[in-house]
Every structure is written in C-alpha cells, then in structure tokens.
C-alpha cells in the first residue's frame, strides 16, 4: 500500500456509536464513530488476542472488544480490562491506528498504520450531497478505466486537469447536469468501493438527484462486473 | 381459548421469524422446543403428522396447524394486529410486503443453506451458495438505499412490517458464514432501526448488546 491518503467511508453513512469494518488492499481496518461525532479509523485488531474490533460495539467514547470486553477510548488506549477492573492498565496495550480525516463528505485514511505527521489531503473542502457507497467486484485499475471513458477531469495530487491517472482516488463527472465526486477505494486485489457524493447543498440535490445518480452507478456496477473486455478498446491511462 | 405452541428450534432463523413477530405482537404462546440438531426430531413421526414437509417452525392455534415462517406470521398478524400494522391492507402495501416475504422464503433460502453448511456441514455448493446469498443482500441494500432517498426508513410503507421482519435474521446472522456487513451499509443502518422496533429480541449469533 501506498502512502497516500485513501477514502474509506462516507461520512454521514457513519453513525454515531457505531463501528465497521472495512480494507484498504486487504487490510482489515474498523472505522467508528463516537458518541461525541469523532470519526476514528483503527487496524481492525484487538491488543488482547486479535478479535476484530468492528466485531465489537461503541459505548459512549470508547469501543469494546466482543470477546473479553476490553474498551479502547478514543485515542486507542485500553482504559478498561473487566477481568481485572481495579487494574489501571498500562498506557502501552493500545490499537494501532491510521492517521484520519472527513473531507467531502468522505472519511479519509493515511495508508500508514501510527504515522504521526502525514502530509495534508491535496482536496478543498466543498458543500456535498452524499448519493451512496457503492461495491464493485472489480480491481480498481478496471474501475478508473470506465470512469476514464465517461471523465471530465481527475482531481488527484498528480492530475493536470483533463485525464484520469491510475493513482487517482478522487474523480469528478458531470452527469446529467450534476456535478459528482467519485472516491475511489481498492478494498482488495478484486474488490473496489466508489464513494459518490454530488457537488452542492443537500437542499437543491437531495431526492431526485439522489435516485438518478444511484441507478447510474448500479449500471456502471453491472457493466464492470459482466464485461471482461476492456470497457474502452485500446485505452491506456 | 387454547394456548398457541410453536414447534421451535433455537438456533433455526426461520423459527426466529415466528418468535421476534411473537414478541413484537405480545402475544403469549408455548415454547415446543424440538432437536432438530443433531437429534432430527422434526423428522420423526409425531411432527411429521404435524407437518409432512419435515420442516420447522410449526405453527398450532385451536384447530389451525401451520408450517413455514412467511404463511405463519401472515397468520399471526391477521388474527392478532387488530390495526394491521404488521401486514397492511391496502392493495398496494399488501402485495409490497407478499413480494418481500417471497424473497426472504426463496431468494434467502441460499443463506439459511450457507449457515447450515458452515455450521452444521449441511451439504451444498458453498461458493454457489455465497454468491446467491451476496447477490440477495445487495438488491436488499440497494432497495433499501433507494429508500432512504425518500426518507423512509422500512421496506414498505412508513412503518415497520411483516418484511422487516422476515429479511432481518438472514443479513443479521450473515457472520455465522463469514458474510461481513461491510459492504451493505444501508443495511446496517436498517438493522439498527429494526433492532430499536418495540418487543424486539435476539437469537444466539445475534448479540444483544448495541
Ligand atoms: N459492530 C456493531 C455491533 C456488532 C454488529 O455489527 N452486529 C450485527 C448483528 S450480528 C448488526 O446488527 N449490525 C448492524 C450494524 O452494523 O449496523 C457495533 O458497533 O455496535
Ligand atoms: S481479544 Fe479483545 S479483549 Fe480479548
């Protein structure tokens, strides 16, 4: 995995005091919301003996563990062992954790588990209407391909305006006179997730916008999980 | 009048079915509890002479034996939802409901059939059996995604039904065959609502805590 910032969830699918668990390159992450509003994106493995936290609930400002209960608050560090309630647990049992953000209406993760300082997500915040999430059994160069064929412009570190690159995670299109925002996330080597908001203020955009865009992307799902052709003949990015 | 008794198997999601709308309604019944696993007791004469299909839950009430969980909670909520919540009356909302308790019998027929393959080593094809599964949940997240572009927050009408009820234990149970809930998120926030449904209860697979 590269070190870069990679979209993970959107953000107002994300309920307070919930977790899931979800993969970047097939790394099991769990992402949870606390009950203050704080989005948090961990490794998804308890310091204990390895059960996935996503397995596990939120209560208030901290996680639990569902097999022996241990609760991580929300810098990672365990406060509470119930085997041993009057233990005050050492500040060294905690959850490695990526470094996280929401921007867009996305929830972003740095591809590097305890990175400190990572260098600032490229992208200015905008007002978004979030559509859905969107999850493609195709890898992700196959994805980038057909949003390629239908591109206006690929906004990413590296784009210069008019082309899609193969490391994009960010991808704008105009359809049907909405302007959309597709963050691209590779779940695994055969597994992808487009996050797709719309550009503008859920008042104007929620509802019908909402429905087209939706029945869009189950159409580009259906061409990219049936065609095994390339979508665009001879198309290299 | 005489006590209802459902033939019940604890750890069958189709009993479940029966025994959440139960709960939900309020209304008292027996507990008949048969070993289906590893006894085979559905398969012996006396509930065979209930229900020759061989299959669980049996539904008894007065005169009235019933089998399967769909026909049963239709039942159920003719006789005992004086306000036909559950099952609602006009044409549109009936048929609605009648189309998702289909789904949930035959199109989710692949996951109660991968959960018996992973946890009793019933047989069948586990990866056919995966995809169709997979393939279920996700017209159910998009149904359910497409709903809440309209602010609703079931899967029909504007309040909680019988569909609710009968599509929850498979996604909810999905784990006990290594189906994660990751990639159904609108499914997930339905699952939290049908959860919070007054008189709502688990099964063993699915924990109480939330
Ligand atoms: N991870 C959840 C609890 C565990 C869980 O996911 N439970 C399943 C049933 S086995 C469920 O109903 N999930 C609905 C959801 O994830 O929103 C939490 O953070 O509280
Ligand atoms: S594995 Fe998490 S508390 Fe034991």
């Known amino acids: 995995m590269q070190s870069a910032w990679y979209p993970i969830a959107l953000a107002e699918g994300l309920e307070r005091g919930t977790s899931v668990g979800t993969r970047l390159f097939g790394r099991e992450l769990v992402v949870w919301r606390d009950a203050a509003g704080s989005s948090h994106v961990w490794e998804d493995r308890c310091p204990h003996r390895g059960m996935r936290l996503s397995f596990g609930f939120v209560r208030d400002n901290h996680i639990a563990c569902l097999y022996h209960g241990w609760q991580y608050d929300a810098s990672a560090r365990c406060r509470y062992i119930p085997a041993h309630p009057d233990l005050a647990v050492p500040n060294s049992i905690r959850v490695a954790t990526y470094a996280s953000l929401e921007r867009l209406g996305f929830v972003w993760a740095y591809g590097e588990l305890d990175r400190a300082d990572p260098e600032p997500l490229q992208f200015a915040e905008r007002t978004v209407t979030p559509v859905r999430s969107l999850y493609v059994e195709a890898t992700t160069a196959k994805v980038l391909d057909a949003l390629a064929s239908t591109i206006d412009r690929a906004v990413d570190n590296a784009a210069s305006g008019t082309q899609c690159s193969r490391t994009a995670s960010l991808v704008s299109l105009a359809i049907s006179g909405d302007e959309i925002l597709i963050a691209v996330q590779p779940l695994s080597e055969q597994e992808t997730a487009l996050h797709i908001v719309i550009a503008g203020p859920a008042d104007v955009h929620r509802g019908a916008s909402q429905k087209r865009i939706s029945a869009w992307s189950e159409a580009l799902r259906r061409k990219l999980e049936t065609s095994t052709s390339q979508i665009r003949p001879g198309a290299t990015s | ?210």
């Open chain 2, 1 to 210: 009048m005489s006590e209802i008794r459902l033939y019940d198997f604890e750890l069958d999601e189709n009993c479940y079915k029966v025994r959440l709308l139960l709960s939900v309604l309020a209304v008292p019944y027996r507990k008949m509890a048969v070993n289906m696993i590893p006894g085979g007791e559905h398969l012996e004469p006396p509930l065979l002479a209930l229900n020759p299909r061989g299959s669980l839950p049996i539904l008894l009430d007065g005169e009235l034996v019933l089998s399967e969980a769909e026909p049963i909670m239709i039942y159920l909520a003719r006789a005992y939802d004086a306000a036909d919540k559950w099952l609602p009356s006009d044409a549109n909302g009936l048929a609605m409901v009648a189309m998702w308790l289909q789904f949930a019998s035959r199109d989710l027929h692949a996951a109660w059939r991968a959960r018996r393959h992973a946890m009793f080593d019933a047989s069948g094809d586990e990866q056919a059996l995966h995809h169709a599964a997979r393939r279920a949940f996700r017209l159910m997240d998009d149904h359910m995604t497409a709903r809440e572009f309209d602010d609703a927050a079931w899967f029909v009408g504007t309040a909680p039904s019988l569909a609710d009820l009968a599509l929850f234990p498979a996604i909810a149970l999905s784990r006990d065959f290594a189906v994660e809930h990751e990639t159904y998120p609108a499914l997930r926030r339905w699952m939290r609502r049908v959860r919070a449904i007054p008189g709502f209860i688990t099964m063993p697979g699915i924990p109480d805590y939330y």
